[in-house]
């Protein structure tokens, strides 16, 4: 069955840094862009940052240009997120999945349980 699993969220004091991972399942990982996601409490999920399926190109969130940073590893089946100069709206749950979220559930069935960033002092 093919699953994502995020890891390496925590709490964070503002201004800190933070690297989420993610790893996929599968043999089609490569061939699809992969996005990082996060929900705060209330609030919809929305798109921080993506990736091409060749990692040859990223887009970022108007609030977080500048201060993040997505990769991957098609070889490993990974996909990272640099977080520098945290502030405390970064606060939410992050996801990582494919590109567009339309196709998500067709993709890898599921969302996967998101690691927890918490920023504050």
């Known amino acids: 069955q093919v699953q994502l699993v995020e890891s390496g969220g925590g709490l964070v004091q503002p201004g800190g840094s933070l690297r989420l991972s993610c790893a996929a399942s599968g043999s089609i990982f490569s061939s699809y862009a992969m996005g990082w996601y996060r929900q705060a409490p209330g609030k919809q999920r929305e798109l921080v940052a993506l990736?091409?399926?060749?990692?040859?190109?990223?887009n970022y969130a108007d609030s977080v240009k500048g201060r993040f940073t997505i990769s991957r590893d098609n070889a490993k089946n990974t996909v990272s997120l640099q977080m520098n100069s945290l502030k405390p709206e970064d606060t939410a749950v992050y996801y990582c999945n494919v590109y567009p979220p339309t196709i998500a559930t067709r993709v890898f069935g599921s969302w996967g349980q998101g690691t927890q960033v918490t920023v504050s002092s």
């Open positions: 990736i091409t399926s060749s990692g040859s190109s990223t």
